[in-house]
C-alpha cells in the first residue's frame, strides 16, 4: 500500500506489517513485549546532523545547538549527543545526574528552569555546568553566592520574554509578555534584570536567552525572536556599554505527527534566521552574536515510535468505538495534557481495508486516557493485535508515570538493522522500590 507516512522511517514489508527504522514492529513487540517505545538511534543521529550543518554553515564560530533533552531524558541520548558533538540542555538535577552518569561533560550543558532550587543550583556549580539559563533575581542571587563558595565565575544567560504570540497550544506558547517563563522586554525588566546581574562580582554574563513556544509551524515566529532580541542586545549596549556575547533562540520548531501537519525544512529556516540576525546586527551597530538554538522535539520525535497490544475493541453501534491498549496515559499523556494528534496504526494489518473508526484509549482509571480519537484501522481488529502510534520520541517517555502503578515501558533502539535495550522495562518491585 502506498501511504504518505508522516515520516520517512516508517513503511509497510511483504507481509503487510508496519515497519519502523526498516524494522518489522509486529516481530519486534514479540520479541520485546508491549507496551514499548522504539528509537531509531539512526534517525535521531540524522537530525542532529542537520543542526550541526546548518549551523556550521550559517552563524559564527562558537554558536552550536544543543538537545533540549527533557524532550526524552535516557543515558544512551547522552552518549549519542555527545558521539555527535551536541551541546545539551538539562532541567533539573535528575537529568544533570543522568546525563553524568552517561559520560557527558557538563561543561557542554546549559541548566534551565524557571525555579532552581539552591539544592539544584549548588549540585550543578558542583560538577560543573557550562552555563546557567536564568530569569529571576532570587536565583542570580544564588548563583552568585554558590559561585563564589567555588571560587569561579559562573556563566549565565539571561532569559527574556520577547513578546510573540506563536499561535500554538496555549500551554506551550512561552513567548508572551505575561509567560510564567522569562524576564519581559516590554515592561522593562528586561533592562533591569540585565543591570542586576552585571552588579554581581560571580557572574560572568554571556548573553540573552528567549524561547517562544512549541511545535512552531508558523512562518517568522524565529526571525521575530531574533530581531527583538538582537534589537535589545543594541539597546544594552546604548544604555550601560554591555554587548551580549551569545544569543539563544531557544527550540520549539514543529514536527509531524499527522499527514495534514507542514513539514518544516531546518536548513532553510536555519538560514533565515541567519540572514535575519545578520542585517537586525548590522543595523543595532553590534557584532553577529554566536547563536544557540535548543531543539528538543524536532530531534527525537520521529525518531520515536511506540508499540502496544490491542485488548477489549467495543463497539456502541451508532455511537463510537474503542480500542484498547496496554498502555495509555502513562507512557503517553499528551493527549490528555493539550489534545494533540497522532498518527496510529494496526501495524499487522497494514494491507487490509481501514473501516473501524474508533479512539485508541488506554488502561487507566480516567476518561481522559486517550491516545487518539477518529483514527480508522482495519475492521478486524482484535485482542492481540499490534497497535502503534507514530512520533512518539519526543515528551512520551519524558512524561511517563506510574499512575494506578502501571510500570513503565521498555525503550529499544533501532540502529541499521539491529536493535537493542536502552531502557529495561519497569517490574513490579521497581514499582514498590520506595515504598518503606
Ligand atoms: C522545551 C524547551 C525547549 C525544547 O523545545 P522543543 O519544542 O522540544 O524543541 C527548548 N528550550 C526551552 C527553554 C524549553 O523550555
Do not use: W
Given at each position: 500500500?502506498?501511504?504518505?507516512f ?7 514489508n511483504e507481509?503487510?506489517?508496519l ?6 514492529t ?24 542537520v ?8 552563524f ?5 545547538p ?19 558533538g ?18 557527558y ?18 549540585f ?39 513578546g ?34 552585571l ?15 512549541s ?15 538582537i ?11 554591555y554587548?551580549a ?14 499527514a ?17 540576525v ?6 543595532a ?9 535548543e ?15 490491542a ?6 453501534p ?10 495509555g496515559?502513562?507512557?503517553?499523556p499528551?493527549?490528555?495534557l ?21 479512539s ?8 481522559g ?10 475492521q ?16 512520551n ?7 494506578n ?28 522500590n520506595?515504598?518503606?
Amino acid at each position: 500500500m502506498n501511504e504518505n507516512f508522516v515520516c520517512k522511517n516508517i513503511g509497510v514489508n511483504e507481509e503487510g506489517h508496519l515497519t519502523f527504522a526498516g524494522q518489522d514492529t509486529v516481530s519486534l513487540a514479540k520479541e520485546y513485549g508491549t507496551p514499548l517505545y522504539l528509537m531509531d538511534e539512526d534517525r535521531i543521529r540524522e537530525n542532529m546532523r542537520v543542526y550541526k550543518k546548518a549551523f556550521a554553515e550559517n552563524f559564527p564560530e562558537g554558536s552550536e545547538p544543543l538537545f533540549a533533552s527533557k524532550a526524552c531524558s535516557f543515558a544512551q541520548v547522552y552518549r549519542i549527543a555527545l558521539e555527535e558533538g551536541m551541546g545539551i540542555d538539562v532541567v533539573s538535577s535528575g537529568e544533570i545526574y543522568t546525563a553524568m552518569k552517561a559520560g557527558y561533560p557538563l561543561s557542554n550543558a546549559h541548566f534551565h528552569g524557571n525555579n532552581k532550587t539552591d539544592e539544584d543550583i549548588a549540585f550543578a556549580i558542583r560538577n560543573g555546568i557550562g552555563f546557567f539559563v536564568s530569569d529571576n533575581r532570587e536565583e542570580l542571587d544564588v548563583i552568585d553566592r554558590e559561585a563564589q563558595k567555588a571560587g569561579i565565575r559562573q556563566k549565565v544567560l539571561l532569559r527574556l520574554t520577547p513578546g510573540i504570540d506563536t499561535h500554538t497550544y496555549e500551554k506551550i506558547n512561552t513567548g508572551l509578555v505575561d509567560s510564567k517563563f522569562g524576564t519581559a522586554i516590554e515592561t522593562g525588566q528586561a533592562e533591569e534584570i540585565v543591570k542586576y546581574a552585571l552588579t554581581k562580582e560571580n557572574i560572568e554574563l554571556k548573553g540573552y536567552h528567549c524561547h517562544v513556544g512549541s511545535q512552531v509551524f508558523a512562518e517568522d515566529v524565529f526571525e521575530e525572536a531574533a530581531l527583538i532580541m538582537i534589537r535589545f542586545i543594541g539597546h544594552m549596549k546604548d544604555v550601560c556599554g554591555y554587548t551580549a556575547e551569545y544569543l539563544d533562540l531557544g527550540g520549539g520548531y514543529g514536527v509531524r505527527y499527522v499527514a495534514g501537519d507542514g513539514y518544516i525544512n531546518i536548513a532553510e529556516k536555519i538560514r533565515s534566521v541567519a540572514e535575519t540576525v545578520a542585517k537586525a546586527s548590522a543595523e543595532a551597530g553590534v557584532p553577529f552574536p554566536k547563536i544557540l538554538m535548543e531543539p528538543g522535539r524536532s530531534i527525537v520525535a520521529d525518531a520515536g515510535m511506540t508499540l502496544y497490544t490491542a485488548g477489549s475493541v467495543k463497539r456502541i453501534p451508532g455511537y463510537k468505538n474503542y480500542v484498547s491498549i496496554d498502555g495509555g496515559m502513562t507512557d503517553n499523556p499528551r493527549f490528555a495534557l493539550y489534545g494533540s494528534k497522532y498518527t496510529c496504526y494496526n501495524a499487522g494489518k497494514m494491507n487490509e481495508e481501514r473501516t473501524l473508526n474508533a479512539s485508541l484509549v488506554g488502561r487507566c482509571c480516567e476518561s481522559g486516557d486517550i491516545i487518539a480519537e477518529k483514527i480508522d484501522f482495519a475492521q478486524s481488529t482484535c485482542r492481540g493485535d499490534v497497535m502503534a502510534v507514530c512520533t512518539t520520541g519526543a515528551y512520551n517517555y519524558s512524561m511517563a508515570s506510574n499512575y494506578n502503578r502501571v510500570a513503565r515501558p521498555a525503550m529499544v533502539m533501532l540502529k541499521g538493522g539491529e536493535s537493542y535495550i536502552a531502557i529495561r522495562r519497569e517490574t513490579l518491585d521497581d514499582l514498590v522500590n520506595l515504598d518503606i
